[in-house]
């Protein structure tokens, strides 16, 4: 109860500024670089909270910790990440549920406090401060469709949740039924509404920036409009997660308020195009809707994340996966949005799905040279996207490709302030040159030049002679160059 008067004053504090902050503008990401951490499957810094732990076992507690990811986040600098977005780290439910302990985070059993296996919030405060001091932005994972399957709340408080009675008459089922039997809270109970409000701004209030929200699919729309308008008169940056979201669903929720949401079609179209060797045209249709977009330079883009396979997966060859995922780093370096990596896709880490993708992070004492390879070539492409204000923030116009090379070649530019980068993603598999006419593109580049690429230790050239572009591309990557 001392939380619900908290949370009255605090409620009322926000109402009242309301009306002067109506002209609040909109958190932005753009240009910044998200590393995804699930912090049980990072880094374990402190052996003492380690109960339960084994390691031999996916669906177990790994040992991972706050503290470990405090002492690593100069890794995470060293990668040239700008924001470290953590999977959740409440208290979660002791038990576990089919034989998985919760060491995933999404089975809270308190909203406001942080399992032990995680330390304390005490730790927490020490990360968010450490992660301030080196300047990376601090996402933190919010769960607001469900308690834990064990948790106490479920039968202290059975008016909170939607029960069978609920969902069988709803309208609404992705909303109202149970998602994998989770207990699923009904958030337009007042009392709901109050405490997955509050525990926005608790979790505000120990030093994080920005929300990344839990299948948001399953939640009250009425609710999340007004948790979006309360975290962005609050200066808080909003994603969204809605599994399978294409262009036109992240379209409809930026208009609803949130200023991001991961864009799934891409990532499926990557994997087809980049990692299976299928036609760029699945990922050139993707980018053709990009105009519905309200905010593109918001959206997040991913190769994968905690809830697919990973990236490197798709193919059955491990050299052939890391070859694919730096072709896949670059490319996603050369597209607008925010870049979001999951821990070990900088690695090319491999795992089907869920708990294989969950395997332990390795760090640099135990990769192999081709490891190492790969965190190199992520390292440059997230250093050249940095370096150049048209790669993080500039529109993206796609270039018509002609029809016999479609498939193979993906151009578009990015453009900021008369700035302009020419993206070019191959597909073929040898090496190949190739004479665009500039009319065919639509650009007017006669009297311009093409560098060599921006991504270091890439042997890639374009040149702009004759009113032809010439580009000589590596098989299957993606090159950047600056037009000048
Ligand atoms: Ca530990
Ligand atoms: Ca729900």
């Given at each position: 109860m001392?939380?619900l008067?908290?949370l009255?004053a ?5 109402a009242?500024q309301?009306?002067?902050q109506t002209?609040?503008?909109p958190?932005?990401f753009?240009?910044?670089?998200i590393?995804q951490?699930?912090?049980?499957r ?9 109960q339960g ?10 040992g991972g910790?706050l503290?470990?990811l405090?002492?690593k986040?100069p890794y ?5 990440a ?6 959740p ?6 038990a576990?549920?089919?034989?998985t302990?919760?060491?995933?985070g999404?089975?809270?059993a308190d909203?406001?406090?942080v399992?032990?296996?995680f330390?304390t ?9 450490a992660?301030?001091?080196a300047?990376l932005?601090?996402v ?11 948790a ?8 909170w949740?939607n029960g069978e009675?609920?969902?069988s ?7 109202d ?8 809270l009904r ?10 409000l ?6 505000r ?7 990344r ?10 609710f999340?409009?007004?948790?979006l308008t309360?975290?962005r ?7 969204g997660?809605?599994?399978d979201?294409?262009?036109g ?8 308020g949130f ?11 990557m994997?087809g ?7 760029l045209d ?9 105009g519905?977009?309200v905010r ?9 994340n905690h809830?697919v396979?990973?990236f490197a997966q798709g193919?059955l ?5 890391q ?5 896949g780093?670059?490319a996603?370096m ?14 090319a880490?491999?795992g089907?799905?869920?708990?294989d993708?969950r395997r ?8 192999t040279p081709a490891?190492r390879a ?14 150049s204000?048209a790669?993080?923030a500039?529109?993206l116009?796609?270039l018509?490709s ?9 151009l578009?530019?990015?453009e900021?302030?008369?700035?302009t980068?020419?993206?070019?993603w191959h597909n ?10 500039l ?39 993606a090159?950047a160059?600056?037009?000048?």
């Amino acid at each position: 109860m001392r939380h619900l008067a908290l949370l009255g004053a605090l409620l009322t504090a926000v109402a009242g500024q309301s009306s002067a902050q109506t002209a609040t503008p909109p958190a932005r990401f753009e240009g910044q670089i998200i590393y995804q951490v699930m912090p049980d499957r990072f880094f374990d810094g402190n052996a003492s909270n380690n109960q339960g732990v084994n390691r031999a076992d996916l669906r177990a507690w790994h040992g991972g910790d706050l503290a470990g990811l405090t002492a690593k986040l100069p890794y995470i600098q060293k990668l040239g990440a700008t924001a470290v977005w953590l999977t959740p780290v409440y208290l979660q439910q002791t038990a576990n549920s089919f034989g998985t302990a919760p060491y995933h985070g999404y089975w809270p059993a308190d909203f406001r406090n942080v399992d032990p296996h995680f330390g304390t919030l005490a730790d927490f405060g020490a990360f968010t401060k450490a992660a301030q001091n080196a300047d990376l932005r601090v996402v933190l994972d919010q769960v607001i469709n469900h308690y834990g399957y064990e948790a106490a709340a479920v039968r202290a408080r059975p008016a909170w949740f939607n029960g069978e009675a609920q969902c069988s008459t709803s309208a609404n089922k992705d909303v109202d039924c149970a998602l994998a039997g989770l207990p699923d809270l009904r958030q337009s109970n007042p009392q709901v509404r109050e405490l997955l409000l509050g525990n926005a701004d608790f979790w505000r209030e120990q030093g994080v920036q920005a929300f990344r929200y839990d299948a948001i699919k399953h939640v009250e729309g009425p609710f999340l409009r007004d948790l979006l308008t309360r975290d962005r008169q609050a200066g808080t940056w909003t994603l969204g997660e809605w599994y399978d979201a294409d262009t036109g669903t992240v379209a409809d929720w930026q208009k609803e308020g949130f200023d991001s949401l991961f864009l799934f079609s891409l990532q499926a179209a990557m994997k087809g195009s980049i990692m299976a060797g299928q036609s760029l045209d699945g990922v050139r249709s993707v980018l053709a809707r990009q105009g519905e977009l309200v905010r593109p330079g918001e959206v997040a883009l991913f190769l994968d994340n905690h809830d697919v396979p990973r990236f490197a997966q798709g193919s059955l060859f491990e050299d052939l996966g890391q070859e694919r995922t730096k072709y896949g780093l670059r490319a996603l370096m050369t597209l607008r949005g925010v870049p979001v990596l999951w821990q070990g896709t900088e690695i090319a880490m491999r795992g089907g799905a869920d708990p294989d993708n969950r395997r332990d992070m390795r760090f640099e004492d135990a990769w192999t040279p081709a490891e190492r390879a790969v965190f190199e070539v992520t390292r440059a492409a997230i250093a050249a996207r940095k370096a150049s204000p048209a790669l993080s923030a500039g529109a993206l116009k796609l270039l018509p490709s002609p029809d016999a090379l479609g498939s193979d070649l993906l151009l578009f530019t990015r453009e900021l302030n008369g700035q302009t980068v020419l993206a070019a993603w191959h597909n073929g598999k040898a090496r190949k040159s190739y004479s665009l006419k500039l009319g065919s593109l639509g650009v007017g580049w006669a009297n311009r030049a093409a560098t060599s690429s921006l991504f270091v230790g890439q042997d890639a050239k374009a040149s702009v002679s004759g009113g032809y572009l010439h580009l000589t591309l590596p098989a299957q990557d993606a090159a950047a160059f600056r037009v000048e």
